[in-house]
């Protein structure tokens, strides 16, 4: 998939042969601030947004080059400085929540990569899928190396997905809705309770169980704040 930067500075992602989804700067960052959002507080790695991060990359080589010809002294060029440093940061932290998730989770990671149907969306990077099996090889290596070779023959091999935590898709998030939503099960907090269905409006504001709304989150319907 094929992202250029037009000249006006809006993107434009090709979705296919025919179709083209052509984004304002301003909708460009707002895509990036919400995957940086929904990653920071998602206890599982998400589907990668690769797209979005390289029109980032392009339109941060755009700004900067605007940025060159505007006049020295100029009070704009601080306005224009600090929002480049602000998209960094976003762009940034993004990328190393995914890479902290990847390094803690990693053979969770590569099992759910090899184990997605054919059409799936990729939910590694190729860039991030070569940082996942070296890190595992790495890991291997290194426990091989200090304590496995020491240990009875019986006891020289590890079980990686069993030795790693899953993430905790128990746990609970905030979330704010973006679209409407009808029927959702939520499962008791007890034993003395039973499963109950609620509805949520859109723009209401709710803390559940991440695993009840998981689906939401990568279909884009709510966000996690």
Same mark, same amino acid.
């Given at each position: 998939m094929s992202d250029v930067l037009s000249d006006d500075g809006s993107s434009e992602v090709n979705q296919d042969d025919s179709q083209e989804d052509v984004m304002t700067p301003a909708e460009l960052i707002a895509k990036l601030e919400e995957a940086w959002l929904n990653e920071k507080f998602s206890p599982e790695l998400l589907e990668n947004k690769s797209e979005v991060v390289e029109c980032v990359m392009e339109q941060l080589s755009h700004m900067e080059a605007n940025l060159q010809r505007v006049t020295k002294g100029d009070a704009k060029a601080g306005i224009h400085r600090m929002e480049i440093d602000r998209i960094r940061f976003v762009l940034s932290s993004y990328l190393r929540s995914r890479l902290q998730k990847i390094e803690k989770f990693f053979p969770h990671v590569l099992e759910r990569e090899k184990s997605r149907g054919e059409g799936d969306p990729s939910l590694l990077s190729p860039e991030e899928f070569a940082f996942a099996k070296e890190y595992y090889a790495m890991t291997e290596t290194y426990l091989k190396a200090v304590a496995l070779k020491r240990m009875p023959a019986n006891l020289q091999t590890v079980d990686m997905l069993k030795a790693v935590p899953e993430p905790c898709l128990d746990s609970f998030v905030f979330l704010r809705v973006k679209e409407r939503q009808e029927n959702i @099960?939520?499962?008791?907090?007890?034993?003395?309770?039973?499963?109950?269905?609620?509805? @949520?409006e859109e723009g209401s504001q709710h803390l559940m169980r991440y695993r009840t709304i998981a689906p939401l989150v990568s279909s884009g319907a709510v966000q996690l704040i």
């Open positions: @099960l939520v499962e008791p907090e007890t034993d003395d309770q039973r499963e109950y269905v609620v509805d @949520l």
